[in-house]
């Protein structure tokens, strides 16, 4: 059984900051790619960031230069560090993992519960 836990979410004013975690845990052989997505009322989920085991971060244009995506391999913890937040960025941020349970068995793919983000004065 492989959990995705969220934390960090909540209020803040439009240009402040907020910092997502996401910790995984259950039994876990390896952890390929990791990100964030957000859904906002009404809009089809979107990939905000994704930061891979190796290689190159990709990030949304509407957030390049304002949002940081991290990983702890050792916590098996990815991290979202929003700054300079905008009312637009108001969404349910959810986890992403590629993970695989076994060593001869192929990468699924796990989702977060969910983190409201609110952008408001």
């Known amino acids: 059984q492989v959990q995705l836990v969220e934390s960090g979410g909540g209020l803040v004013q439009p240009g402040g900051s907020l910092r997502l975690s996401c910790a995984a845990s259950g039994s876990i052989f390896s952890i390929n790619a990791m990100g964030w997505y957000r859904q906002a009322p009404g809009k089809q989920r979107e990939l905000v960031a994704a930061?891979?085991?190796?290689?190159?971060?990709n990030y949304a244009d509407s957030v390049e230069g304002r949002f940081t995506i991290s990983r702890d391999n050792a916590k098996k913890t990815t991290y979202l560090q929003m700054n300079s937040l905008k009312p637009e960025d108001a969404a349910v941020y959810y986890c992403n993992a590629n993970i695989k349970t076994k060593s001869w068995g192929p990468y699924d793919e796990y989702w977060g519960q969910g983190a409201q983000v609110t952008v408001s004065s």
């Open positions: 930061i891979p085991s190796g290689g190159s971060i």
